[in-house]
């Protein structure tokens, strides 16, 4: 009986001593820091940038690229991921992905059978910024080298997150964010776009990061519109803008209102808050956008006492009726242009009164083009800047 007992005890230590079975070294991967999909004709091209691990550590580097580019072509992505092992000596680890682009050929097809393949890989967190990349092929995005950041992919992902936080018509979207949106009743996909700047033969060599100015810049090119997982259109810079201060995406940004006598001033947005609310009138729903801003005065390019609170009252009544016409044109705008939902007015619907939205859902193609909204913007001017009212009003003649 004794020697059972031991003879068990034995066999449950060695379950405790079976290592690391599925182990795999850091010098048997390829870290996978971005990815990019295009469509070429009925083949998926998959592009992935993979670090260099010698040329970004601490040490003493060779002056060779950081990164290189590995791209294979298949039927489906899966394959394609696979087939990247005919040119790679390592096999590629995803965990690490900053940034997902996909083409806008690509886009305007579908990129729900993407975002599902992608979704379901274990070894991928799903963090990385997914992005459509406007009027070139998602394969160059990748291969514009950089200066700040040695690696393109962080340098693309830490821009966007910068800029997201301080320049209003930019945003994020997560992979985990993209699919949310895509199933979530009564509100259709936005993304955010990218586009090279300057010298696209340029920016994918070394030589681009020699100099102080570089010849091919990466660049946000609005939002990308989608029907489904459809791309089916853009919004420029303001009607970005107004599409964040609509989602409550805006976090700090800049803009200016146009003097009395000629000139403007430059307000800095230092909090924003939207809040959507639903009422219905005769079974039709109505939107009210409500929106409250904290904002400095940022730069002052105009004679105006900014002293005087009647000035300061005159300027946020100024920045409430320039925000409001700005909302209203791109709603406006998404209503006849495009017919979707990006707003989340449907969803809005749904939290208020489900029974409600689930008589509308169906018709709510045909309801949302005349679906009214009201506004109801409060803007307060903090502060003025560490000085009054600006030198320039006393320079002598």
């Given at each position: 009986m004794?020697?059972g007992?031991?003879?068990?005890a ?15 070294e ?10 990019a999909?295009?469509?070429?004709g ?10 260099v ?8 580097t060779?002056?060779?690229s950081p ?8 039927p489906?992505?899966?394959e394609?991921f ?5 040119t790679?000596?390592r096999?590629?680890y995803s ?10 050929s ?7 059978k993407?975002?599902?393949l992608l ?5 991928a967190?799903?963090?990385?910024y997914?992005?459509v ?9 990748l291969k ?16 966007l997150?910068?800029?997201?936080k ?5 945003t ?10 895509l199933?979530?009743s ?23 990061v020699?100099?102080i100015e ?8 609005g ?9 089916i259109?853009?919004?420029?810079e ?9 989602r ?16 403007v ?8 808050d939207?809040k ?30 900014i ?15 320039k925000?409001k ?6 709603i406006n705008?998404?209503?006849s ?20 939205w689930k ?17 109801d ?14 030198f320039?009003n006393?320079?002598?003649e």
């Amino acid at each position: 009986m004794k020697l059972g007992f031991q003879l068990c005890a034995w066999l449950l230590l060695l379950t405790l001593l079976t290592g690391c079975w599925n182990r795999r070294e850091l010098n048997e991967l390829g870290i996978q820091m971005g990815m990019a999909i295009d469509k070429i004709g009925d083949q998926y091209q998959l592009a992935v940038q993979v670090v260099v691990p010698g040329e970004v550590s601490s040490r003493l580097t060779t002056g060779r690229s950081p990164v290189t580019l590995y791209k294979a072509s298949a039927p489906t992505i899966f394959e394609a991921f696979r087939k990247l092992t005919e040119t790679s000596p390592r096999k590629i680890y995803s965990a690490h992905t900053r940034v997902l682009v996909i083409g806008e050929s690509l886009a305007q097809e579908g990129i729900g059978k993407i975002l599902d393949l992608l979704s379901r890989n274990p070894e991928a967190r799903t963090d990385y910024y997914v992005i459509v990349s406007r009027g070139i092929k998602a394969e160059e995005v990748l291969k514009v080298m950089t200066s700040l950041e040695k690696i393109p992919a962080n340098n693309l992902f830490y821009s966007l997150d910068t800029s997201s936080k301080n320049w209003a018509p930019t945003t994020t979207v997560t992979m985990d964010q993209a699919i949310l949106q895509l199933v979530t009743s009564g509100l259709n996909l936005v993304l955010p776009g990218v586009e090279v700047l300057g010298n696209l033969s340029t920016g994918d060599s070394k030589s681009n990061v020699d100099k102080i100015e570089n010849a091919g810049l990466l660049q946000s090119a609005g939002l990308a519109i989608f029907d489904e997982d459809k791309l089916i259109g853009w919004l420029n810079e303001d009607e970005s803008k107004g599409y964040n201060y609509i989602r409550n995406n805006v976090k700090s940004t800049a803009g200016h209102i146009k003097c009395p006598d000629g000139g403007v001033l430059a307000l800095e947005t230092l909090r924003s808050d939207t809040k959507m609310k639903v009422s219905f009138d005769n079974g039709e729903p109505l939107i009210l956008i409500g929106v409250v801003i904290e904002s400095n005065i940022g730069e002052v390019e105009c004679k105006i006492d900014i002293m005087e609170p009647d000035t300061i009252v005159w300027l946020e009544h100024e920045a409430e009726k320039k925000l409001k016409s700005l909302l209203q044109h791109t709603i406006n705008k998404v209503k006849s242009k495009y017919n979707v939902d990006v707003f989340g007015f449907g969803q809005a619907v749904y939290k208020k009164d489900p029974k409600a939205w689930k008589k509308l859902k169906g018709e709510w193609k045909e309801r949302f083009p005349r679906l009214k909204v009201n506004y109801d913007i409060n803007v307060t001017i903090r502060r003025t800047g560490t000085t009054n009212n600006s030198f320039q009003n006393n320079i002598k003649e």
